[in-house]
């Protein structure tokens, strides 16, 4: 498996930097080729041609066929992060979700 980018996005970027903090820590763990990165929703745009997928916070579910839109062009997956993954900081669940939803 080749590295995997995934993007998390939030309001300002500050709580899925925590998240994604965690990832990283699982992803060197496991010694998953996988890179997490977390931006604000005003930075998505400038990530999507280097991304493997994009995962968006809870609260920005209303938003998904926005974001979906903004992807089609790049082929990618777009998700909405789960609220339990979210509000536990779950690294691990999130890998496991972007990995299998990249695999489909």
Do not use: W
Not at 17 to 28: D, H
Not at 77 to 82: K, Y
């Amino acid at each position: 498996m080749e590295n995997v980018k995934i993007l998390l996005c939030c309001g300002a970027g500050m709580s899925s930097g925590f998240l994604a903090s965690n990832c990283r820590k699982v992803a060197k763990k496991k010694k998953l080729p996988v890179s997490v990165e977390a931006r604000s929703h005003a930075e998505v745009a400038e990530y999507l041609s280097s991304i493997d997928i994009l995962m968006l916070g809870p609260h920005y579910a209303p938003e998904l066929d926005k974001y979906e839109a903004l992807a089609q062009p790049y082929n990618l997956p777009v998700v909405v992060i789960p609220q339990d993954i979210y509000a536990t900081l779950d690294g691990e669940r999130l890998i496991n979700l972007a990995l299998d939803k990249i695999n489909k």
